[in-house]
């Protein structure tokens, strides 16, 4: 047999308001009687109440009662924990992951504003850019000084300029197959 309400608020030493918000919010639940089971209740109270929360006889007691939770959100906790952890998810454990997330966005907000981080996309923009530079200076080159190499060895400024022009398409196609992103 269960507890009324106000039954359960004498014995969890808090407001019969605070156990109906605790229903109402789906933190306890409640027997198809109407009556709440005083074991069933207090161990969800204690899996899904902020301890810093909870006054009187039961502000300091924990609990290792948890509730099963979506794989999503225990995988999304034990990333932010590193990998620390079960199959369970409390509410410290989720508080932890939290104040954990926090502290790593405050750690890259620290090294974005003392200049440590470049923005990805204008990184790649300026790579994209200087390379393309780089690649037209390179396809300019033949025409200006073939007539030169040419009238110096003798042969067809015609043919050399083709010469040469082969031979740097060939040397940037090179280098356009080298992969910068591996950390080599």
Not at 14 to 35: F, H, L, Q
Not at 138 to 146: I, L, Q, S, Y
């Given at each position: 047999m269960g507890m009324s309400r106000r039954a359960y608020a004498r014995h969890?030493?808090?407001?019969?308001?605070?156990?109906?918000?605790?229903?109402?919010?789906?933190?306890?639940?409640?027997?198809?009687?109407?009556?709440?089971?005083?074991?069933?209740?207090?161990?969800?109270?204690?899996?899904?109440?902020?301890p810093s929360k909870q006054r009187g006889k039961h502000a300091r007691r924990s609990s290792g009662a948890t509730t099963p939770v979506p794989k999503s959100a225990i995988r999304a906790v034990d990333e932010a924990l590193g990998g620390i952890g079960g199959a369970e998810i409390s509410f410290m454990r989720a508080r932890m992951a939290n104040e954990v997330l926090k502290a790593q966005t405050a750690k890259v907000r620290l090294r974005k504003m003392?200049?440590?981080?470049?923005?990805?996309?204008?990184?790649?923009?300026?790579?994209?850019?200087?390379g393309r530079r780089e690649r037209d200076v390179?396809?300019?080159?033949?025409?200006?000084?073939?007539?030169?190499?040419?009238?110096?060895?003798?042969?067809?400024?015609?043919?050399?300029?083709?010469?040469?022009?082969?031979?740097?398409?060939?040397?940037?196609?090179?280098?356009?197959g080298v992969d910068l992103s591996s950390d080599q």
């Open positions: 969890r030493g808090v407001s019969d308001m605070a156990v109906r918000k605790a229903i109402t919010s789906g933190r306890i639940t409640v027997e198809p009687d109407g009556t709440l089971d005083p074991v069933k209740a207090d161990k969800l109270w204690a899996a899904q109440t902020d003392k200049g440590e981080l470049v923005d990805r996309a204008r990184a790649i923009s300026a790579a994209f850019d200087l390179w396809m300019n080159w033949p025409p200006r000084v073939a007539a030169d190499m040419a009238a110096k060895l003798g042969v067809d400024a015609h043919a050399m300029e083709h010469v040469l022009e082969r031979y740097i398409r060939q040397h940037l196609a090179e280098l356009a």
